[in-house]
């Protein structure tokens, strides 16, 4: 971590202010210590450059296991194409230049997708994930002097209120046990004037006949490591089937999801080797996590309503999309 992300952060316990106790420095950057809360006496480890304010086991366990499993699959550095920032630009509205110089925090990182796409626009970045994936986000980014990752809980978000120019937690909401709770968490540590935007997986009908939702009562109590080796063997065997339901004149498109199974062929430009890690990695998204709670454009909207914010717009695209302006 930086020295500098002192002044945005606070004990997630309390709010109380953090000092730097016992520090190890290895170029130019905090690598071990502890933070104090001068209001609770508690400490915070920093560990590999990280600080941690939440325990290492917790119900996101299964994000920490794939995004250090595929560090590097969606990142755009590593596709070679703008998948990532593409999403990134069309979901938050902004423009480059409007977050170039902007401090700029990503409330669930993962393996930094988003997150890389933000730096290479010129902001200031704090990366936050509950699960391990802030060591593949950190492998993957660091050491950049705009870059700091924090592990913390989005219920008790250990930045101080009125830091960031924007927020944005793409891909996390509806994984979090208590989703409303979760959104009204994040304006917060937002200034006056600052931009929010979030996605969820959208509330559809159609969802009772996708067998992502009759499978998952079973697949989620598995253990990930078991899990993550019945995906990559049943996978290879699966994407054919998709693909030739894939062709079907007029259905087609929609009869693939039929088969439990994450298909990107058609879908992304990728390599057939890309294709097929991408597959294995959504695949285990699909049926790991402890949480999937999809919602409606009327819910995000009314969250939005309740958190005051202004200039709201929800929409489709692919994903449910909100921002909005505090």
């Not at 870059?147 to 209120?161: A, R, T, W």
């Not at 917060?188 to 004037?193: D, K, S, V």
Request: proline letters at 7%; a positive charge.
């Amino acid at each position: 971590m930086n020295r500098t992300l002192l002044d945005r952060l606070c004990c997630p316990a309390c709010g109380g202010d953090l000092s730097l106790q016992d520090a190890r420095e290895k170029d130019g950057e905090v690598e071990a210590g502890r933070l104090r809360c001068g209001r609770c006496a508690q400490d915070h480890p920093v560990v590999a450059y990280v600080p941690r304010f939440v325990p290492a086991e917790n119900y996101a366990g299964s994000f920490g296991l794939q995004w250090n499993q595929f560090r590097r699959t969606q990142l755009d550095s590593q596709t070679g194409l703008p998948l990532s920032r593409d999403r990134f630009f069309r979901q938050s509205g902004w423009t480059p230049a409007e977050i170039a110089g902007r401090h700029v925090l990503d409330v669930g990182c993962g393996a930094g997708r988003f997150a890389e796409v933000a730096l290479d626009a010129g902001a200031h970045v704090v990366a936050l994930d509950y699960s391990s994936a802030v060591d593949a986000c950190r492998a993957n980014l660091g050491p950049n002097p705009r870059l700091d990752v924090v592990q913390g809980d989005i219920y008790h978000l250990p930045f101080k209120h009125a830091r960031f120019d924007a927020i944005y937690c793409f891909g996390v909401l509806q994984h979090t046990p208590d989703v409303h709770r979760a959104f009204l968490s994040l304006p917060a540590p937002l200034r006056e004037g600052g931009r929010l935007a979030v996605d969820v997986y959208p509330r559809l009908w159609l969802n009772v006949l996708w067998p992502k939702y009759w499978l998952r009562p079973l697949t989620r109590r598995i253990d990930p490591e078991r899990l993550f080796r019945l995906v990559r063997r049943i996978v290879p065997r699966l994407l054919p089937l998709s693909r030739l339901l894939g062709r079907l004149p007029v259905v087609g498109r929609k009869a693939r999801y039929l088969v439990p199974v994450a298909d990107y062929d058609g879908v992304h430009p990728l390599s057939e080797p890309q294709l097929s890690e991408w597959a294995v990695l959504t695949t285990f998204d699909m049926f790991a996590p402890a949480h999937d709670h999809p919602q409606t454009a009327r819910t995000l909207r009314a969250w939005f309503a309740e958190s005051g914010l202004r200039s709201v717009e929800v929409f489709r695209a692919g994903h449910l999309v909100g921002r909005g302006v505090k």
